[in-house]
């Protein structure tokens, strides 16, 4: 149990200092974006690590939340576009942004357990679609959220636009990329772009706290229900294949041991002992 794949928990590393890991609860790992210099903004170290570690978190090691966050007091300024401020790199611009950017979120999207972002501070730009690339997000009351390529010149990815349409739908998002202004935390808030707003001070234990819960319950719950989620808002018209695997899906959690045991405590007024099978 040496190597990251199958190691202890201890052994997990991201690979560079940009990007730190730690477990602050049980079945909880935590990536922090720690590049302070740049307030936490995305250069390719960070995203590669985000990319080659989040795989590495699912294979051999009893993880079930995710906390993604930044090292205070700013979540993310965004992508870090200085690599790009030169006029030399015009024609590769978009080439520069896309790879370990799309390559980052992608990981994150594709991790199977429930992801949280914990809005520490600031999130603006690509930091405000990391963000909202997690199930959930939680936002110190002081944070302020934008998305500012209206400011840049920029046309932003249709992928993005999408996760953000998604999130929270057309007329919020065309009020977002069209007026490039930031938006105070409990207006966040209210257009569902966050799902919680704490007090500054304490965003970093509520936000274990939230992972620590979702960790507790039944892990073929939460990853199944991830699953069927993700499969639903990608296809708001299933196939009949579609809809067959997510019956199926269901179905086989009548047959586990983890459905049982949670019928079994539930009865009993007991805490389930999971198992995951």
Not at 32 to 48: F, Q
Not at 77 to 91: K, L, P, Q, T, V
Not at 125 to 149: S, W
């Amino acid at each position: 149990m040496g190597s990251p794949e199958s190691g202890p928990i201890d052994s997990v590393t991201t690979g560079t200092d940009k990007l730190l890991i730690d477990f602050p609860a049980e079945a909880v790992a935590r990536l922090t974006i720690s590049i302070p210099d740049k307030r936490n903004a995305l250069d390719h170290d960070v995203l590669d690590a985000i990319s080659s570690t989040l795989p590495r978190l699912d294979r051999g090691i009893d993880i079930r939340c995710l906390i993604v966050t930044g090292a205070d007091p700013v979540f993310s300024a965004g992508y870090d576009i200085s690599s790009i401020a030169d006029e030399s790199f015009e024609r590769d611009a978009e080439a520069l942004v896309a790879h370990p950017f799309t390559a980052a979120l992608e990981a994150l999207d594709a991790f199977p357990w429930p992801t949280v972002a914990a809005l520490n501070g600031h999130c603006l730009g690509g930091g405000l679609e990391l963000a909202i690339t997690c199930d959930l997000r939680i936002c110190a009351a002081g944070a302020k959220l934008g998305m500012p390529p209206a400011k840049l010149g920029l046309i932003y990815g249709h992928t993005g636009l999408m996760r953000f349409i998604e999130t929270i739908g057309a007329p919020r998002t065309r009020e977002l990329f069209f007026t490039g202004n930031n938006l105070e935390a409990k207006r966040a808030e209210a257009i569902n772009l966050v799902n919680r707003v704490v007090p500054d001070g304490e965003i970093g234990p509520e936000s274990v706290e939230l992972a620590r819960g979702i960790a507790e319950n039944a892990p073929l719950s939460t990853r199944g229900n991830k699953r069927a989620i993700a499969t639903i808002v990608a296809n708001p018209v299933l196939s009949p294949e579609q809809e067959a695997e997510l019956v199926e899906l269901r179905e086989s959690c009548f047959a586990s041991a983890d459905f049982h045991e949670g019928i079994a405590a539930f009865g009993e007024k007991r805490k389930p002992r999971w198992t995951g099978r």
